[in-house]
């Protein structure tokens, strides 16, 4: 199949419409199209169409029962997809979107099982990103999307990231060129009693406790162990396969910085002098203090967009180098830190050392 790609912007940074409306146009006829979003690009079809899904599975290489996200254009195109859209649920679309949060509730007779992986539920997004707004306006479709990698890769963040991954196996991608945050939506389910976190993003537990009272976190999320992780399934069924992975074995060693900066120093040393191409993620500030050829900081750690900006292009970059290992600081905090080491401990496999 022939990918067309085009700029989604003009050189003004107004919207290519001629682009958008050809992009438009392949969803209409059920066909995909990788559009850029606020969060990483997506990977859209109709998601009113069983035959749309199933080619996006198979675009992807997703098993069939990791749900897809439904993206709108606005709030009111929610309604026909959802059993009952409760007031809370609402609030949050009327503060959050358009935004990186994904929200769960009982789907609708008219939202196929193909799209849904087979659950009652249906999670929802409308992003934030005028190119991908006026697609799904155009299309007068709701878009199903998931990230827009093969399944079990990093997620895209610039389109040549799509290119790789899809060129050939889809209808058209759509170059928005780099997105903002990096790093997938936050998913909150609303159909229980209290509002489950299924997967930490952009959007912290924090900022949502302050609109809904309590809010948990599903506790696949807190894991950190792989045994008891193959134990518990987690609620979003995608956060259960290897996910984000780069080609490299990644290991993640935490504790006090200059601990950290030792071990890492001392693997680095024995995997060289064992043969293997070793490489280090870390930090601005820490960057210079590693003896090995192939240090790529994520940025400064103070600030947390640009680390889950650059998170996934390094791990892909990393993949170019055809690196063995890699070792990397960690990136724990309270807000968007959570979301980075959620990513980061699912590429590393669980595989941590704590020193
Ligand atoms: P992706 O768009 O590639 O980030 O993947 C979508 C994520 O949303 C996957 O981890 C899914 O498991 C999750 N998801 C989608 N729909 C649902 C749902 N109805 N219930 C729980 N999780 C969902
Ligand atoms: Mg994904």
Same mark, same amino acid.
């Given at each position: 199949?022939?990918?067309?790609?085009?700029?989604?912007?003009?050189?003004?940074?107004?919207?290519?419409?001629?682009?958008?409306?050809?992009?438009?146009?392949?969803?209409?006829?059920?066909? @995909?199209?990788?559009?850029?979003?606020? /969060?990483?690009?997506? @990977?859209?079809?109709?998601?009113?169409?069983?035959?749309?899904?199933?080619?996006?599975?198979?675009?992807?290489?997703?098993?069939?029962?990791?749900?897809?996200?439904?993206?709108?254009?606005?709030?009111?195109?929610?309604?026909?997809?959802?059993?009952? %859209?409760?007031?809370?649920?609402?609030?949050?679309?009327?503060?959050?979107?358009?935004?990186?949060?994904?929200?769960? @509730?009982?789907?609708?007779?008219?939202?196929?099982?193909?799209?849904?992986?087979?659950?009652?539920?249906?999670?929802?997004?409308?992003?934030?990103?005028?190119?991908?707004?006026?697609?799904?306006? @155009?299309?007068?479709?709701?878009?199903?999307?998931?990230?827009?990698?093969?399944?079990?890769?990093?997620?895209?963040?610039?389109?040549?990231?799509?290119?790789?991954?899809?060129?050939?196996?889809?209808?058209?991608?759509?170059?928005?060129?780099?997105?903002?945050?990096?790093?997938?939506?936050?998913?909150?389910?609303?159909?229980?009693?209290?509002?489950?976190?299924?997967?930490?993003?952009?959007?912290?537990?924090?900022?949502?406790?302050? %609109?809904?009272?309590?809010?948990?976190?599903?506790?696949?999320?807190?894991?950190?162990?792989?045994?008891?992780?193959?134990?518990?399934?987690?609620?979003?069924?995608?956060?259960?396969?290897?996910?984000?992975?780069?080609?490299?074995?990644?290991?993640?060693?935490?504790?006090?910085?200059?601990?950290?900066?030792?071990?890492?120093?001392? %693997?680095?040393?024995?995997?060289?002098?064992?043969?293997?191409?070793?490489?280090?993620?870390?930090?601005?500030? /820490?960057?210079?203090?590693?003896?090995?050829?192939?240090?790529?900081?994520?940025?400064?750690?103070?600030?947390?967009?640009?680390?889950?900006?650059?998170?996934?292009? /390094? %791990?892909?970059?990393?993949?170019?180098?055809?690196?063995?290992?890699?070792?990397?600081?960690?990136?724990?905090?309270?807000?968007?830190?959570?979301?980075?080491?959620?990513?980061?401990?699912?590429?590393?496999?669980?595989?941590?050392?704590?020193?």
């Amino acid at each position: 199949m022939e990918t067309v790609f085009e700029k989604a912007y003009l050189e003004n940074d107004e919207l290519n419409m001629d682009a958008i409306s050809k992009a438009a146009a392949f969803l209409e006829e059920e066909k @995909l199209v990788a559009f850029p979003t606020e /969060t990483v690009y997506g @990977l859209g079809g109709n998601a009113l169409s069983k035959d749309a899904s199933k080619h996006i599975y198979a675009a992807k290489g997703r098993p069939s029962d990791n749900p897809l996200i439904v993206h709108v254009a606005d709030i009111k195109s929610v309604y026909p997809l959802v059993k009952e %859209l409760n007031e809370k649920a609402k609030m949050l679309m009327e503060k959050f979107w358009p935004g990186p949060l994904t929200i769960i @509730l009982n789907k609708s007779d008219i939202v196929p099982y193909e799209t849904t992986g087979g659950l009652d539920t249906v999670a929802l997004r409308m992003p934030d990103n005028k190119a991908a707004l006026k697609m799904i306006e @155009l299309s007068e479709v709701p878009v199903a999307a998931p990230s827009a990698n093969t399944s079990g890769k990093p997620s895209p963040t610039k389109a040549e990231h799509v290119y790789e991954d899809l060129d050939g196996k889809i209808s058209m991608i759509l170059d928005g060129g780099e997105v903002g945050i990096g790093i997938e939506s936050t998913i909150i389910d609303m159909t229980g009693d209290i509002p489950t976190i299924l997967r930490p993003g952009y959007v912290t537990k924090n900022e949502l406790s302050k %609109l809904l009272g309590e809010v948990k976190y599903d506790e696949a999320l807190l894991i950190r162990d792989k045994e008891k992780a193959k134990k518990i399934v987690p609620k979003a069924p995608g956060m259960k396969y290897r996910h984000y992975a780069p080609k490299a074995d990644f290991i993640l060693i935490e504790g006090d910085e200059e601990k950290v900066i030792e071990k890492i120093n001392e %693997l680095v040393t024995e995997y060289e002098n064992k043969g293997y191409k070793t490489g280090v993620i870390c930090q601005d500030k /820490t960057k210079d203090r590693y003896k090995c050829e192939n240090v790529i900081s994520l940025g400064n750690k103070e600030n947390e967009v640009t680390i889950s900006h650059n998170l996934y292009a /390094t %791990l892909r970059e990393f993949d170019k180098r055809e690196t063995d290992y890699i070792f990397g600081e960690t990136f724990m905090s309270d807000n968007l830190g959570t979301a980075i080491m959620n990513r980061m401990i699912k590429a590393a496999g669980y595989q941590i050392i704590d020193v």
